[in-house]
């Protein structure tokens, strides 16, 4: 796979990570776009029905030969292929519709089998995990592959490899069944007895319970693999579809009866034999002294009675809690611009502590739960070590950011602050700190946290806290902190375990709204904005760069729209990216919007994107938009670098997780003034849009009018 579709990959999956779906299927189903466009706006897929949950499904016991391989299922029922006795297992977790899973069953799989399956040395056995939020119709695609494999494992593997091969036939579709139909003729099953099968419904239930046991084991991406050493029943997590190299690398680590480097010990529920029943595991133990006091650049550093370190007198009558990810761009931004200052406000004068939790976004950052998982073991040395080790990841974020293993790099950053480097080692082949991590992901989802960095700002005489979501301006904090010091509630805050809808997100209160004069033309909560900041009315559209609908929008409503209201100064205009599950290549274009952005040029790029539709809607688009930041004469090289990194994808990813359970459907609208916004979705002509534009902006006058 070229490096272009890699990186549209990874576009997908971002947009996966945190709450929902940014990637699935191709453009390609007239039934979806004539849907999209009739009805005005474009929306996500249906919900997948079940039927009949209670029927059983029973596999074929027989055994058979695929690609002159060994194949069967074990004996709780998941196909292998391989010898049933080989030494090692690689137990694939796994998502039909996954792009990353794609990439490694038609990339890295076949050269694993070829180097591991025909020696003997490794079997492979692949366990449904179909992620129904992301990708809809996914799990009647693995229901449709048990009714496969209720006839022959020969016939499932076929299926299974038709199914992957053909991602992009079938993942647009709002009801594939044609299509899984087809392709189980096509590998040659008895179509009468698979009819019967999908008819009853009877393999739903059994996706569904696969699922389940997933989700026991921790496992909320795919693909995610477990390595299990047969003999001895000693398992190990990976996850991530990863390069060659870094399979290679653990299955002979296993082989040779070591640890697999890049991979942890499992700590959910694992299989003593590979093939066999689970029980629990044993949750290692991590160890910090709460009652040890350290300093680090002139502060007082120390551990919570819970094991959380915290910065600033522990005693301080207020402390801000802050949920981070070590590979975050915007935690990057508030570690490195607004913590000093805040540390040098308040954490010198004793007012407020600092408090660090682990919260890294697997989905988002593969990597960052490694250095999570090594930053407590650097802990377990003191705060001041944790300290040091807390800033130079950040510091040094993007020499990390992008590596397949970043243990090298930990190890050499643990060696560098000065870390006992035995106890330390030890401490990572161990593993005891992952599940330390797991158990505080956990924590902070309970808490309704899925974005980061998130804060609580905590009354410690009350224990009133109060909620602060993302890399806010310097000038917000001081004023939750300052309110929270006077044992006031911050103007405008929510108590942490209150209702949130009547509270205005960042990217549609004042304060978000308001220009950053870092980046010309774009607002302090990172949109793209035209018109002028102090118009009466704000609207903010959410958009899908291969959205039908939203390029009716574009291109034949927003010219008299930005004529008649925005250029007058009546209404500042702000866009927001909303990457629908039916359109992969929506987060591509809408990175090429930032990139062009970052070069001032935003706008015409986005209007350029929606008249040359057609033209980027390839299997690789990336030449495309590199030609069309050459028509608007933008800087080539730093625009192609931009577009193939990864921090453009994520602000457009970002755009999307923030309003989760707000936004459907592409183009949705929301109206903003008076302290309160007001919603509308779908595209619309010319002249309704523009007597509805009218009548906010007379609500907006006069709610102007009223507070003034």
Same mark, same amino acid.
């Given at each position: 796979m070229?490096?272009p ?7 997908l ?5 945190l ?9 390609s189903?007239?039934?979806?776009v ?5 009805d005005?706006?474009?929306a996500?897929?249906p ?7 209670d029927?059983v ?5 027989a055994e058979?030969t695929?690609?002159?391989l ?11 292929i391989?010898?049933p ?7 694939e977790f796994?998502d039909?519709l996954?792009?990353f899973?794609?990439r490694h069953?038609t ?9 591991y399956?025909t ?12 992620l129904?939020s992301?990708?809809p119709?996914?799990p009647?695609?693995?229901a449709?592959?048990?009714c496969v494999?209720?006839?022959d494992p ?13 991602q992009q036939l079938?993942?647009?579709a ?5 299509y899984l139909?087809?392709a189980?003729v096509?590998v ?17 239930s ?7 046991q997933g989700e ?7 693909p ?5 050493? @047969?003999?001895t029943g000693e398992? +190990?997590? #990976?996850? $991530?579809? =990863? *390069?060659? &190299?870094?399979?290679q ?6 082989l040779a ?11 959910g529920?694992v299989?003593q034999?590979?093939t066999g029943?689970?029980?629990?595991a044993t ?12 300093t680090y650049?002139g502060f ?5 009675g819970?094991?959380f370190p915290?910065l600033?007198?522990?005693?301080a009558s207020?402390s801000?809690?802050?949920?981070s ?9 508030h ?6 200052a805040?540390y040098?406000?308040?954490?010198g004068?004793?007012?407020? @502590?600092f408090?660090?939790r682990? +919260?890294? #976004?697997? $989905?988002? =950052? *593969?990597? &960052?739960?490694?250095?999570h998982?090594?930053?407590?073991c650097?802990?377990?040395?003191g705060?001041?070590?944790f ?6 990841l950040?510091?040094?974020q993007?020499?990390?950011a ?5 243990t ?8 560098q602050?000065g870390a006992d480097?035995?106890?330390y080692?030890a401490c990572m ?6 599940p330390?991590v797991d158990?505080?992901v956990a924590?902070g989802?309970?808490?309704g946290?899925?974005?980061?960095p998130?804060?609580h ?6 224990g ?11 000038e917000?904090f001081?004023q939750y902190?300052d ?6 509630a911050?103007?405008?805050a929510?108590e942490?375990?209150?209702e949130q809808?009547a ?6 209160n004042?304060?978000g709204?308001?220009p950053?004069p870092?980046?010309?033309g ?8 035209k018109g ?5 009315l704000?609207v ?5 760069f291969?959205?039908p ?5 574009a291109l034949?409503?927003q010219p ?6 925005v250029?007058?100064?009546?209404i500042?205009?702000?866009?927001k990216?909303?990457?629908?599950t ?24 986005h209007h ?5 539709q057609e033209?980027?809607?390839?299997d690789?688009?990336?030449p ?7 028509q608007?004469g ?7 670098a931009?577009l193939g990194?990864?921090d453009a994808?994520?602000r457009?990813?970002?755009?999307r997780?923030?309003v989760?359970?707000?936004i459907?459907r592409t183009?949705s609208?929301?109206f903003?003034?008076g302290?309160?916004?007001?919603q509308m979705?779908g595209?619309?002509?010319v002249d309704?849009?523009?007597?509805i ?16």
């Open positions: 070229n490096q579709t890699v990186k549209r990959a990874i576009a999956l971002l947009g996966l990570a709450v929902a779906a940014a990637c699935s299927g191709s453009s189903d007239s039934a979806a004539d849907d999209c466009v009739e005005g706006s474009c996500e897929g919900d997948v029905e079940t039927t009949d949950p029927a499904s029973t596999f074929s016991a058979g695929y690609l002159g060994p194949v069967g299922f074990t004996d709780d029922g998941f196909p292998y391989g010898d006795d080989a030494q090692v297992s690689v137990v796994s039909y996954c792009p899973c794609f069953t990339q890295t799989t076949p050269s694993l089998l070829l180097e399956a020696s003997g040395q490794v079997n492979f056995i692949f366990r449904d995990l179909p129904a992301l990708h119709t996914a009647i695609g693995h449709a592959s048990l494999a209720e006839q020969e016939l499932w593997w076929a299926y299974h490899d038709e199914l992957f091969r053909n079938w993942a647009n709002i009801d594939p069944s044609d139909a087809e189980a096509e040659g099953v008895e179509t009468a007895a698979y009819a019967d099968c999908v008819e009853s419904g009877r393999n739903t059994l996706v569904d319970e696969r699922v389940a026991l084991l921790g496992f909320n991406s795919t995610t693999f477990q390595l299990v050493r @047969n003999e398992t +190990f997590d #990976l996850s $991530g579809a =990863h *390069p060659l &190299a870094v399979f690398d653990a299955l002979d680590a296993m009866g070591e640890d697999p480097p890049g991979a942890v010990p499992s700590a529920l299989s034999e590979g029943s689970a029980t629990p949750i290692p133990t991590f160890t910090v002294d709460p009652d040890s006091i350290d650049e007082a550093v120390g551990f919570t819970e094991g915290y600033g007198d522990p005693e207020v801000l809690v802050e949920f990810d070590y590979l975050c761009p915007f935690c990057f931004r570690a490195t611009q607004t913590l000093p805040l040098e406000q308040y954490a004068g004793g007012d407020v @502590n408090v660090f682990d +919260f890294p #976004l697997a $989905g988002l =950052h *593969p990597t &960052a739960p490694t250095g998982t090594a930053s407590l650097v802990a377990e040395q705060a001041a070590f300290w040091a080790f807390h800033d130079s950040f510091f040094n993007q020499q990390w992008s590596l397949p293993d970043p090298p790099f930990l190890d050499q950053t643990a060696q602050i480097m035995d106890a080692e082949e161990s593993g005891r700190t992952a330390i158990e505080r924590q989802r309970d808490f946290f899925n974005g980061t998130s804060f700002v905590v009354n410690n005489e009350t009133d806290a109060f909620e602060l979501i993302g890399a806010q301006a310097l917000r001081q902190l309110a929270v010091i006077a044992g006031e911050p103007p405008d929510i942490s375990d209150e809808s509270e205005l997100p960042l990217w549609a004042e304060e709204l308001a950053d870092a980046r010309p774009f607002n302090v909560a990172g949109d793209a904005y002028d900041p102090d118009a009466p704000v903010v559209e959410f958009g899908d291969q959205c609908s939203c390029q009716r929008h034949d409503t008299t729209i930005d004529e008649t209201f250029e007058t100064g009546d500042m205009w702000v866009f990216n909303y990457p629908l039916a359109h992969p290549l929506a987060p591509v274009a809408g990175a090429a919007a930032e990139c062009a952005g970052d070069q001032g040029r935003f706008w015409e790029m350029l994107l929606y008249e040359a033209e980027w809607l390839v690789d688009p990336d495309v938009l590199n030609s069309l930041a050459g608007l933008l800087n080539g090289p730093a625009f192609a931009c990194g990864r994808l994520e457009v990813m970002a755009d997780f923030e989760e359970g707000i459907a183009p609208f929301v903003v003034y302290g309160a916004g007001r979705e595209a619309r002509d309704d849009f523009i007597a534009l009218g009548t906010q902006l007379e609500g907006a006058i006069a709610a102007q009018a009223e507070e003034g």
